[in-house]
């Protein structure tokens, strides 16, 4: 029985559903959030345990005899004192425990730690009635160098953001939303019933602490606009085709006080005629002479900085790999050179010669071992 584990956690806000959603809202936020977590996908290491908690949640909740025996879990905490009655650093759940620590990054409370903090005082206060807004998506292209060096990159999109009249707030400028004179700004409401009391979200202010008595009229009070913005996003060196950045707080204003989603940007690298990445490494084909591969050469290469000059060692066979320091990703990464001995075509009468005379001096090749290894 799932009960002990399932009162400490909170399935709703793993998902970023409010607790009336829909099943197939509980279907969609899933289906986004698992590709999103899909450790094939996301590079990220707490990936994994995110995409995991994420399952559990949602086949939880889309189960429909499973979810309404969550819901009762639920209601008995809230009816402890749980989740309504945490204000002021009672005692109760803690979801710092839950969903990790502010100092280990990268855990559901990035993505969800916004949901608890919200809330005056600094109380830790769940408002039912507080939504996060949606995570938004979008894509660039970028070229090859700017993808291996990173870049800044602005991305014009037309999204829903915070109202630049308003601020967000949703009321008139000049005005400012006033405390819910019914639940006295808590944005909860108590009822008594028998032995237990229910903590509502409050009606009058649908949990948000306060009402807007002159809603702004450029977004009715809803403090969101949809406009085309201009996002500029820090690409890091080194991000690969097919890589997601996440911009924290970026995407749709949240509602009734909810934080704002993230945007997450999709990153396409355009490839090049000679480079091409292994990890954080570049690599070249670099054709290379028979005699300069024999007696050894110096050899102009390419790299993304400018010409560097390569000791070929004598006697380097084709295939070989050697290495340019420094020049891959910068600070991490280095350019691999493979060599491409050629067969020189079309030889004019004195080089043909001069082969000969080659031919007779050289040794013969190695094919010993075909002999050896087939008898014939
Ligand atoms: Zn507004
Ligand atoms: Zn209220």
Redesign the pocket.
Known sequence: MASQEWLEKDFYAMLGVPQDASKKDIERAYRKLARELHPDHNPEPTAEERFKGVSEAYSVLHDDKARAEYDQIQLMKTGRGGFGGMHGGGGGVNFEDLFGNPASSGGFSDLFGDLFSRGSGGAHRRRSGAQRGNDLRTHITLDFADAVKGTTADIRMRAPGECETCHGSGAKPGTAPS???????????TENQGAFSFAQ???????????VADPCADCGGTGATTRDRVITVRVPAGIGDGQSIRLAGRGAPGERGGPAGDLLVKVAVRSHPLFARDGDNLTLRLPVAFPEAAMGAKVKVPTLDGPVTLKIPESTPTGRVLRVKGRGVPGKGDLLVTIDVEVPQGLSAEAREALEKYAAAAPAADRSKLEELTGQ
Do not use: A, D, Q, Y
């Not at 405390?179 to 409401?189: A, S």
């Open positions: 405390t819910c004179t019914r639940c006295g700004g808590r944005g909860l409401v979200p409050c009606p009058e202010c649908e949990g948000t602490g306060t009402v």
